[in-house]
């Protein structure tokens, strides 16, 4: 089993950047594909992007590219998510989670808030 605790959320005005990110507990981090999510206001909570088991593999969706870069460092056992350009849309409770197989994912941290001002 893997507990993950994000932080590094905050406050920051459009445009700018923050970084987040997600300690693992064990030994079995690197065995887990893992990903972020987040829930804005009002909204469900929605796949942001994830990473392969040796970090050579990642997938975002659509609105971040470009702008976000999912990374791990195993050694560490963190995942982080480097967040650039950043919009009033990306603001919402940012969590890290394990693929436990078949693209279903477990060990939700508690979340971390992102908050864009416009």
């Known amino acids: 089993q893997v507990q993950l605790v994000e932080s590094g959320g905050g406050l920051v005005q459009a445009g700018g950047s923050l970084r987040l990110s997600c300690a693992a507990s064990g030994r079995t981090f690197s065995r887990y594909v893992v990903g972020w999510f987040r829930q804005g206001p009002g909204k469900e909570r929605e796949f942001v992007a994830s990473i392969g088991r040796s970090g050579n593999i990642t997938y975002y969706t659509d609105s971040v590219k470009g702008r976000f870069t999912i990374s791990r460092d195993n050694a560490k056992n963190t995942l982080y998510l480097q967040m650039n350009v950043l919009k009033s849309e990306d603001t919402g409770v940012y969590y890290c989670?394990?693929?436990?197989?078949?693209?279903?994912?477990?060990?939700w941290g508690q979340g971390t808030q992102v908050t864009v001002s416009s």
């Open positions: 989670a394990a693929d436990l197989g078949a693209g279903q994912y477990g060990y």
